[in-house]
């Protein structure tokens, strides 16, 4: 119980003072390919398995640990318009709600994105896209359940105890605003690559619960570079097999994803299909994934085991995260109408 109540108190401290550390890090989901709006938002109506889509995203963090876990989770939704009006190409529309509970301390955050993207056809078989995404972002802080260093009593933290933290702005707000480039290539119908490149808090807004820096730190965002890569393949009419990386990159903390899913077709129309395989975050975790496809509905769900050294505290159990999609089609467009190639099992 001592232990994980440091643990929880770390946690804390590293969050409220990020200069001793560290700059935080922004939140993400192990399933960044389900996530694309917060991925880069040049993914914004880059959507080759329909016209438009929604989806909700949730990840629950340490609890085996922790009494109350970090829970992420968002609801997101993008669409093509003007594909009628624009020749070659069209522009993407849509828009991201995340929200963050942290611990005890109930640090929440909440974030609003509006995401638009253009799109242009290279030919007959590449697609180069460029995108920007601007949001609110408000982040709260509820100190009454913090206990802090001079709390300490030499066994356990003591609430009673006074405390010389004095965390004078609990509620912020600020301005975000983030850019991407992506470019996809699809010489024929079983092949399909894609990558893409995105900067984010280009606007280096400021994030801190105290009025002022202590000397020699910057509470502004620095930049984050997120890049990633994947190819889709259909090995045969029954298997798609689909290979992926990802990587970020802030304030020299630096996060590196791997690996491979197949997806198998269970009904000869292709509406279900089951998906399974095996994700590595490089140094700390790794990842198994299984999913579910229903017509035009996607389910996965991933399961983080901790590989690095907190593995001696949590047991391995990281982390558990689901995503649910739902794609669509406009009523005048025909079912089978794409924009670029993408490997499927619907004829």
Known sequence: MVMKTYLRTLVVLFILFPGLQSHSQDLHFSQWFNAPLITNPANTGFIPDGDYRIGANYRNQWSSIMSEPYQTMSVWGDAQVFRNRIENGWLGLGGAILRDQAGAGNLTSTEVYGSAAYHQMLGYSSLLTAGFNAGYVNKRINSSNLKFPDQFDGSFFDQSLPTSVVIDQPNINFLDIQAGLNYAYFPNKNMYLNGGF?????????????????????????????????????????????????????AGASETVLGINLQYRLTPDGDQSVIGGIYCRYGDAYFPMIGFVYKNIRLMFTYDVTASSLANYNNGNGAWEFALINYGYYSDFSGDRRQFLCPDFKQ
């Open 198 to 250: 995105s900067i984010w808090h280009l606007n280096h807004p400021r994030e801190s619960f105290f009025s002022t820096d202590p000397l020699g730190f910057d509470s502004r965002l620095p930049l984050r570079y997120t890049g990633f890569l994947n190819g889709s393949f259909k090995t045969s009419e029954d298997v798609i097999l689909n290979v992926m990386g990802y990587y970020t990159n802030q």
